[in-house]
């Protein structure tokens, strides 16, 4: 079936330390975004990708960064330099280049600070 | 930048309806999205409606828009213990990508 899988679904990180977190989708959809969901919030928006090799920030991307190398995969990099990543993270697909079509969703990841 | 708002908290007996309303930001904004998000899930997308409508009706969900207000609702007929979970109202601001989101509603059906 098609769909989005994010991997893994618990992620823990050390002080100091990058992890990644993957996100793949076989809709094949052009756009992907990577938001951020914190408890009793909204979701804010990280980066998002409209075509391969191209990337843009959204409102928090301080701290984070991504690559389109492959029109499935989209992979978001929590660095060290964001102090406070605990947070569920949520990947999302859209077909075409039209941006009023509906997004689907991963499952989410969950990152925590150990 | 201006928020999407939502009431945070509903609480229905199972049976009875609810409606979840939200006041979104844009108004030349084209569709706006109702998701629903159960605990440590994703978010589905249950249903949207086009900017030129006024009344949206799938099975048991029905959306109502009012554009000169800029106000979406999503009511439940016969809200159900499985229908609790957290439900956010979406917005695609004219000329933008991604999803501007409210801060969701949390919705618990009791017996």
């Known amino acids: ?114 | 930048g201006e928020d999407v708002e939502q009431s945070l908290f509903l609480s229905v007996r199972e049976g009875d309806s609810s409606v979840i309303n939200c006041t979104y930001t844009d108004s030349s904004s084209t569709y706006l999205y109702w998701y629903k998000q159960e605990p440590g899930a994703g978010l589905q997308l249950l249903t949207y409606i086009f900017s030129n409508m006024d009344m949206k009706q799938d099975q048991r969900l029905t959306v109502l828009l009012n554009k000169k207000d800029k106000h979406l609702s999503l009511r439940i007929a016969d809200t159900q213990t499985g229908d609790s979970a957290i439900y956010f109202c979406a917005e695609i601001p004219n000329s933008g990508y991604a999803l501007n989101f409210g801060k969701g509603t949390s919705l618990l059906v009791t017996p």
Request: aromatic share 12%.
């Open chain 1, 1 to 114: 079936d098609g769909g989005i899988t994010q991997s893994p679904k618990y992620l823990f990180r050390k002080e100091g330390q990058n992890v990644t977190l993957s996100c793949e989708q076989n809709l094949n959809h052009d756009a992907m975004y990577w938001y951020r969901q914190d408890p009793g919030q909204g979701l804010r928006l990280i980066y998002y990708s409209q075509i391969v090799n191209d990337f843009q920030k959204g409102d928090i991307a301080e701290g984070y960064s991504v690559s389109r190398e492959k029109k499935e995969s989209f992979p978001l990099t929590v660095t060290s330099a964001q102090k406070n990543p605990t947070a569920f993270y949520l990947c999302a697909s859209v077909p075409g280049g039209t941006p009023n079509q509906p997004q689907h969703f991963g499952d989410g990841t969950r990152l925590s600070i150990l």
